[in-house]
């Protein structure tokens, strides 16, 4: 199992889309809210994103609620 990042912000649905996703399929995940954590801004925007949510695990990253490669991933 890959360990999974979800990076986040409040008031965001795909962000909540994700979150629940990845609870009701039993992903161990963290997740990081940029609102309360903004130094990770920049670390997304050098990756090459620049909207969440933003998935990371292992060497894939992706951004947006897209079940099919959740799936792939947990």
Do not use: W
Request: charged share 30%.
């Amino acid at each position: 199992m890959s360990k999974i990042t979800l990076f986040s912000k409040n008031n965001c649905m795909q962000c909540k889309m994700t979150k629940k996703f990845l609870e009701q399929n039993g992903a161990d995940f963290e997740e990081i809210n940029i609102d309360e954590h903004p130094e990770k801004v920049e670390y997304l925007v050098n990756i090459g994103f620049r909207a969440v949510p933003v998935i990371e695990a292992n060497d894939v990253r992706f951004s947006g609620f897209q079940p099919n490669k959740l799936k792939d991933i947990i």
